[in-house]
């Protein structure tokens, strides 16, 4: 598989890598990034082809939008897709909130907090904010993030504030990034999306949610995924006990069946990290995936992993064996 291979991202006239980067671990996510890395790494993605660049205010407390603004402005601006997220402002005068601390833990971050704000006003903010770090004139895709318990007012103020900023051309996409796949296919039989990010519920470990309901849906309305957290926060890198799935140590039933999943690789000899970054793209849904690294050698590591060659066998294999539902679709038929 060709992670340069640009495809439309649904109906939004954007095109985008197959193979795109994800911003939260150059925000420091569990640990810090040293900040020449972070650029090396945002440089090096650009330099292979990679046209797909994700980020928001969360991811470092705004440091995330900072550095990747700092090497994507340098470049030609026609030829790349940035994404970026509402839905929370950063104010240093904001008491820490944990509910919004429950799924990612930022390191060596700026002395702001994370306010949630999906109204029409706080998310006009925001776009400025996130304009003024990245350095740049405009944003192609804005995603409303993690509105799982703000539904109405996510629909009502963010929507309406993205709906009002595409209607002038100021940006490309509508879209809304969760951690399930729920409250997406509620949002795309509401409102007109262009494209939802999805992360960790679409994986060869964990697709039972996504499949029955979402992506059909997303066919229907010619909604592009993005997919996210394809190894799962780290459990199909690395499936031992004491791994994370979700960002937090992994059940043992997780475990297991990560466990199951390698030993079929292994017999196939194939990695099983080849496995979990190609299998989403088996749903012609799936415009995408995004994987974020904090070096050079991982990105390089994740190119490897999505051009390996991968026998029909093996997902045969899985599918006999229970690991892949029966309808889901792999990327060789």
């Given at each position: 598989?060709?992670?340069?291979?640009?495809?439309?991202?649904?109906?939004?006239?954007?095109?985008?890598?197959?193979?795109?980067?994800?911003?939260?671990?150059?925000?420091?996510?569990?640990?810090?990034?040293?900040?020449?890395?972070?650029?090396?790494?945002?440089?090096?993605?650009?330099?292979?082809?990679?046209?797909?660049?994700?980020?928001?205010?969360?991811?470092g407390h705004g440091r995330s939008e900072t550095r990747l603004g700092g090497v994507l402005r340098e470049l030609p601006r026609d030829e790349f897709v940035l994404c970026t997220k509402v839905g929370r402002l950063l104010r240093a005068?904001?008491?820490?909130?944990?509910?919004?601390?429950?799924?990612?833990?930022?390191?060596?971050?700026?002395?702001?907090?994370?306010?949630?704000?999906?109204?029409?006003?706080?998310?006009?903010?925001?776009?400025?904010?996130?304009?003024?770090?990245?350095?740049?004139?405009?944003?192609?895709?804005?995603?409303?993030?993690?509105?799982?318990?703000?539904?109405?007012?996510?629909?009502?103020?963010?929507?309406?504030?993205?709906?009002?900023?595409?209607?002038?051309?100021?940006?490309?996409?509508?879209?809304?990034?969760?951690?399930?796949a729920e409250l997406p296919a509620r949002l795309a039989r509401a409102a007109d999306f262009d494209c939802f990010l999805l992360a960790g519920r679409y994986t060869l470990l964990d697709h039972d949610s996504a499949l029955p309901e979402?992506?059909?849906?997303?066919?229907?309305?010619?909604?592009?995924?993005?997919?996210?957290?394809?190894?799962?926060?780290?459990?199909?890198?690395?499936?031992?006990?004491?791994?994370?799935?979700?960002?937090?140590?992994?059940?043992?039933?997780?475990?297991?069946?990560?466990?199951?999943?390698?030993?079929?690789?292994?017999?196939?000899?194939?990695?099983?990290?080849?496995?979990?970054?190609?299998?989403?793209?088996?749903?012609?849904?799936?415009?995408?995936?995004?994987?974020?690294?904090?070096?050079?050698?991982?990105?390089?590591?994740?190119?490897?992993?999505?051009?390996?060659?991968?026998?029909?066998?093996?997902?045969?294999?899985?599918?006999?064996?229970?690991?892949?539902?029966?309808?889901?679709?792999?990327?060789?038929?």
């Amino acid at each position: 598989m060709d992670p340069t291979r640009r495809v439309p991202l649904g109906k939004s006239g954007l095109a985008v890598s197959r193979l795109g980067l994800g911003g939260a671990p150059l925000g420091g996510l569990f640990d810090p990034v040293d900040d020449n890395i972070a650029r090396d790494v945002v440089r090096h993605a650009w330099d292979v082809g990679l046209r797909l660049f994700d980020t928001a205010p969360l991811y470092g407390h705004g440091r995330s939008e900072t550095r990747l603004g700092g090497v994507l402005r340098e470049l030609p601006r026609d030829e790349f897709v940035l994404c970026t997220k509402v839905g929370r402002l950063l104010r240093a005068d904001a008491p820490p909130n944990p509910q919004l601390q429950r799924r990612a833990i930022y390191r060596d971050v700026p002395p702001v907090q994370p306010l949630f704000d999906f109204s029409e006003g706080g998310v006009l903010r925001s776009v400025e904010e996130s304009l003024e770090r990245l350095g740049m004139d405009r944003i192609d895709v804005l995603h409303i993030h993690d509105p799982d318990e703000h539904p109405e007012e996510a629909l009502a103020g963010a929507y309406q504030a993205l709906a009002g900023l595409r209607g002038k051309g100021t940006i490309r996409a509508i879209g809304a990034g969760m951690n399930q796949a729920e409250l997406p296919a509620r949002l795309a039989r509401a409102a007109d999306f262009d494209c939802f990010l999805l992360a960790g519920r679409y994986t060869l470990l964990d697709h039972d949610s996504a499949l029955p309901e979402l992506l059909p849906v997303c066919l229907e309305k010619n909604i592009a995924l993005i997919i996210g957290g394809v190894y799962n926060s780290g459990i199909l890198a690395h499936p031992r006990p004491g791994a994370t799935f979700n960002y937090y140590p992994a059940e043992p039933h997780w475990v297991e069946r990560a466990q199951r999943l390698q030993a079929i690789c292994d017999r196939h000899q194939v990695p099983l990290m080849a496995a979990a970054i190609q299998f989403p793209l088996g749903h012609p849904a799936v415009a995408t995936v995004l994987t974020g690294v904090r070096s050079v050698a991982e990105l390089d590591e994740n190119l490897e992993m999505f051009r390996w060659e991968i026998p029909a066998d093996l997902w045969r294999e899985l599918r006999a064996e229970g690991l892949l539902h029966p309808d889901a679709p792999t990327p060789v038929g």
